[in-house]
Protein backbone atom coordinates (compact mmCIF):
# COMPACT_ATOMS: atom_id res chain seq x y z
CA UNK A 1 0.00 0.00 0.00
CA UNK A 2 1.31 3.26 -0.66
CA UNK A 3 1.74 5.64 1.95
CA UNK A 4 3.59 9.01 1.85
CA UNK A 5 5.12 10.94 5.16
CA UNK A 6 5.69 14.79 5.18
CA UNK A 7 8.03 16.48 7.21
CA UNK A 8 8.17 18.41 9.27
CA UNK A 9 4.03 18.56 10.32
CA UNK A 10 4.26 22.34 11.68
CA UNK A 11 6.90 24.59 10.38
CA UNK A 12 7.87 28.24 11.97
CA UNK A 13 9.70 30.81 9.24
CA UNK A 14 11.16 34.43 9.73
CA UNK A 15 10.18 36.24 6.87
CA UNK A 16 13.66 36.27 4.48
CA UNK A 17 14.92 32.71 5.56
CA UNK A 18 14.92 29.16 3.10
CA UNK A 19 13.35 25.78 4.27
CA UNK A 20 12.62 22.90 2.83
CA UNK A 21 9.36 20.21 2.88
CA UNK A 22 10.23 16.56 2.48
CA UNK A 23 8.10 14.23 0.93
CA UNK A 24 8.58 10.36 1.15
CA UNK A 25 6.60 7.72 -0.10
CA UNK A 26 6.74 4.04 0.24
CA UNK A 27 6.40 2.53 -3.47
CA UNK A 28 6.76 3.52 -6.87
CA UNK A 29 4.80 6.14 -8.37
CA UNK A 30 5.32 8.10 -11.55
CA UNK A 31 3.86 11.32 -10.25
CA UNK A 32 3.61 13.54 -7.48
CA UNK A 33 1.63 16.28 -6.94
CA UNK A 34 2.09 19.30 -4.31
CA UNK A 35 -0.94 21.45 -3.40
CA UNK A 36 -1.43 24.49 -1.46
CA UNK A 37 -4.18 24.88 1.23
CA UNK A 38 -4.95 28.32 3.07
CA UNK A 39 -7.40 28.46 6.18
CA UNK A 40 -10.82 27.36 5.59
CA UNK A 41 -10.13 27.42 1.84
CA UNK A 42 -9.37 24.33 -0.75
CA UNK A 43 -6.83 23.30 -2.46
CA UNK A 44 -5.00 25.01 -5.20
CA UNK A 45 -2.30 22.79 -7.21
CA UNK A 46 0.87 24.04 -7.46
CA UNK A 47 3.21 21.28 -8.99
CA UNK A 48 3.12 18.18 -11.08
CA UNK A 49 6.36 16.30 -10.99
CA UNK A 50 6.56 13.40 -13.98
CA UNK A 51 9.90 12.12 -13.89
CA UNK A 52 12.88 11.50 -12.40
CA UNK A 53 14.97 14.86 -11.40
CA UNK A 54 12.31 17.02 -12.88
CA UNK A 55 12.14 20.21 -10.98
CA UNK A 56 9.89 22.96 -11.09
CA UNK A 57 9.64 26.16 -9.91
CA UNK A 58 6.78 29.18 -9.25
CA UNK A 59 7.99 32.62 -7.42
CA UNK A 60 10.03 31.53 -4.31
CA UNK A 61 8.88 27.89 -4.67
CA UNK A 62 10.58 25.19 -5.87
CA UNK A 63 9.45 21.38 -6.43
CA UNK A 64 11.90 18.30 -7.19
CA UNK A 65 11.13 14.44 -7.50
CA UNK A 66 13.83 11.76 -6.81
CA UNK A 67 12.00 8.94 -7.58
CA UNK A 68 14.76 6.17 -7.09
CA UNK A 69 15.35 8.01 -3.64
CA UNK A 70 11.03 8.09 -3.91
CA UNK A 71 11.72 11.42 -2.18
CA UNK A 72 10.06 14.53 -3.74
CA UNK A 73 11.27 18.24 -1.35
CA UNK A 74 9.62 21.86 -2.04
CA UNK A 75 11.95 24.42 -1.23
CA UNK A 76 11.07 28.06 0.09
CA UNK A 77 13.34 30.74 -1.13
CA UNK A 78 13.06 34.03 0.79
CA UNK A 79 9.98 33.23 2.56
CA UNK A 80 7.06 36.06 2.87
CA UNK A 81 4.17 36.05 5.11
CA UNK A 82 1.94 35.40 1.76
CA UNK A 83 3.03 31.84 1.85
CA UNK A 84 1.79 30.67 5.27
CA UNK A 85 -0.49 27.88 4.25
CA UNK A 86 -0.60 24.14 4.67
CA UNK A 87 1.54 22.38 1.22
CA UNK A 88 0.45 18.52 0.64
CA UNK A 89 2.34 16.41 -1.58
CA UNK A 90 0.21 13.47 -2.97
CA UNK A 91 1.54 10.80 -4.72
CA UNK A 92 -0.16 8.86 -7.76
CA UNK A 93 -1.01 5.10 -7.28
CA UNK A 94 0.89 2.95 -10.32
CA UNK A 95 -1.57 0.47 -10.33
CA UNK A 96 -4.46 2.44 -9.99
CA UNK A 97 -4.77 5.49 -12.17
CA UNK A 98 -6.72 8.35 -10.69
CA UNK A 99 -6.17 7.28 -7.07
CA UNK A 100 -3.41 9.49 -4.95
CA UNK A 101 -2.60 9.33 -1.74
CA UNK A 102 -2.12 12.69 0.32
CA UNK A 103 0.15 13.30 3.44
CA UNK A 104 -0.34 14.79 5.98
CA UNK A 105 0.44 18.94 5.14
CA UNK A 106 3.18 20.64 6.42
CA UNK A 107 1.69 24.05 7.77
CA UNK A 108 3.83 26.78 7.33
CA UNK A 109 4.02 29.72 8.94
CA UNK A 110 6.08 32.76 7.69
CA UNK A 111 6.60 35.50 10.60
CA UNK A 112 7.92 39.23 10.34
CA UNK B 1 -14.79 29.11 -16.04
CA UNK B 2 -16.25 29.41 -13.13
CA UNK B 3 -14.19 26.26 -11.56
CA UNK B 4 -15.57 23.09 -9.76
CA UNK B 5 -18.99 24.03 -7.89
CA UNK B 6 -20.11 22.25 -5.16
CA UNK B 7 -22.97 22.60 -3.12
CA UNK B 8 -23.89 23.70 -0.45
CA UNK B 9 -20.92 25.27 1.34
CA UNK B 10 -22.37 24.20 4.53
CA UNK B 11 -24.56 21.87 6.16
CA UNK B 12 -25.54 20.96 9.32
CA UNK B 13 -28.00 17.87 10.02
CA UNK B 14 -29.20 15.99 13.19
CA UNK B 15 -28.12 12.48 12.94
CA UNK B 16 -30.48 9.71 11.00
CA UNK B 17 -30.92 12.08 8.59
CA UNK B 18 -30.13 11.96 4.80
CA UNK B 19 -27.25 14.13 3.31
CA UNK B 20 -26.53 14.99 0.01
CA UNK B 21 -23.76 16.58 -1.38
CA UNK B 22 -23.63 17.97 -5.01
CA UNK B 23 -21.21 19.07 -7.28
CA UNK B 24 -20.33 20.50 -10.86
CA UNK B 25 -17.21 19.58 -12.51
CA UNK B 26 -15.61 21.92 -14.79
CA UNK B 27 -16.90 21.40 -18.33
CA UNK B 28 -14.55 18.96 -20.38
CA UNK B 29 -13.06 17.40 -17.50
CA UNK B 30 -13.67 13.80 -17.66
CA UNK B 31 -12.40 12.64 -14.24
CA UNK B 32 -14.29 13.34 -11.04
CA UNK B 33 -13.32 13.15 -7.52
CA UNK B 34 -14.72 12.88 -4.02
CA UNK B 35 -12.46 13.54 -1.65
CA UNK B 36 -13.44 13.77 2.36
CA UNK B 37 -10.76 15.85 5.00
CA UNK B 38 -10.99 15.55 8.70
CA UNK B 39 -8.20 16.59 11.10
CA UNK B 40 -7.75 12.75 12.52
CA UNK B 41 -7.81 10.91 8.94
CA UNK B 42 -6.28 13.92 6.91
CA UNK B 43 -7.49 14.04 3.00
CA UNK B 44 -9.11 10.96 1.89
CA UNK B 45 -10.55 9.55 -1.83
CA UNK B 46 -13.45 8.56 -1.35
CA UNK B 47 -14.25 7.69 -5.05
CA UNK B 48 -14.07 8.79 -8.40
CA UNK B 49 -15.26 8.70 -12.19
CA UNK B 50 -14.46 8.21 -15.44
CA UNK B 51 -16.69 9.71 -18.07
CA UNK B 52 -19.51 9.27 -15.82
CA UNK B 53 -18.61 5.76 -14.73
CA UNK B 54 -17.38 4.95 -10.98
CA UNK B 55 -13.80 3.60 -11.12
CA UNK B 56 -12.72 2.93 -8.19
CA UNK B 57 -14.90 3.27 -4.34
CA UNK B 58 -12.90 1.84 -2.71
CA UNK B 59 -12.54 4.58 -0.10
CA UNK B 60 -15.77 4.78 0.76
CA UNK B 61 -16.54 4.13 4.29
CA UNK B 62 -19.64 1.84 4.34
CA UNK B 63 -22.84 1.05 2.58
CA UNK B 64 -24.49 4.36 4.23
CA UNK B 65 -22.32 6.72 1.47
CA UNK B 66 -22.93 5.98 -2.52
CA UNK B 67 -22.26 8.38 -5.22
CA UNK B 68 -23.88 8.88 -8.54
CA UNK B 69 -22.65 10.90 -11.57
CA UNK B 70 -26.01 11.09 -13.66
CA UNK B 71 -24.21 13.04 -16.85
CA UNK B 72 -20.80 14.46 -17.15
CA UNK B 73 -22.09 17.75 -15.14
CA UNK B 74 -23.57 16.35 -12.05
CA UNK B 75 -22.35 14.37 -9.39
CA UNK B 76 -23.60 13.68 -5.99
CA UNK B 77 -22.77 11.82 -3.11
CA UNK B 78 -24.83 10.86 -0.69
CA UNK B 79 -24.85 9.75 2.75
CA UNK B 80 -27.94 7.74 4.48
CA UNK B 81 -28.49 7.78 7.54
CA UNK B 82 -25.92 10.39 8.55
CA UNK B 83 -24.31 10.37 11.86
CA UNK B 84 -21.44 12.63 13.89
CA UNK B 85 -18.31 10.84 12.88
CA UNK B 86 -19.06 11.59 9.00
CA UNK B 87 -18.75 15.29 9.78
CA UNK B 88 -15.86 16.54 7.60
CA UNK B 89 -14.98 18.98 4.88
CA UNK B 90 -15.94 16.88 1.65
CA UNK B 91 -14.12 18.29 -1.99
CA UNK B 92 -14.86 17.22 -5.34
CA UNK B 93 -12.09 17.50 -7.73
CA UNK B 94 -12.22 17.15 -11.43
CA UNK B 95 -9.40 16.85 -14.13
CA UNK B 96 -9.01 16.26 -18.06
CA UNK B 97 -7.94 12.71 -17.17
CA UNK B 98 -7.21 10.28 -14.20
CA UNK B 99 -4.38 11.35 -14.25
CA UNK B 100 -4.42 14.75 -13.53
CA UNK B 101 -2.35 16.66 -16.21
CA UNK B 102 0.59 19.12 -16.07
CA UNK B 103 -1.44 21.14 -13.57
CA UNK B 104 -3.05 18.63 -11.26
CA UNK B 105 -6.78 18.16 -10.10
CA UNK B 106 -8.91 21.40 -9.67
CA UNK B 107 -11.06 21.43 -6.39
CA UNK B 108 -14.15 22.68 -5.61
CA UNK B 109 -14.66 24.88 -2.48
CA UNK B 110 -15.93 21.79 -0.24
CA UNK B 111 -18.79 21.24 1.50
CA UNK B 112 -18.79 21.51 5.40
CA UNK B 113 -21.02 18.88 6.83
CA UNK B 114 -21.51 19.34 10.87
CA UNK B 115 -23.83 16.00 12.37
CA UNK B 116 -25.15 16.36 15.41
Known amino acids: ELKVEQNPLFLSMQEGKNYTIYCNYS?????LYWYRQDPGKSLESLFV?????AVKQEGRLMASLDTKARLSTLHITAAVHDLSATYFC????????????FGDGTTLTVKP | DAGVIQSPRHEVTEMGQEVTLRCKPI?????LFWYRQTMMRGLELLIY????????DSGMPEDRFSAKMPNASFSTLKIQPSEPRDSAVYFC??????????????FGSGTRLTVV
Open chain 2, 93 to 106: ASSLDLLGPNYGYT
Open chain 1, 27 to 31: TTSDR
Open chain 1, 49 to 53: LLSNG
Open chain 1, 90 to 101: AALHNTNAGKST
Open chain 2, 27 to 31: SGHNS
Open chain 2, 49 to 56: FNNNVPID
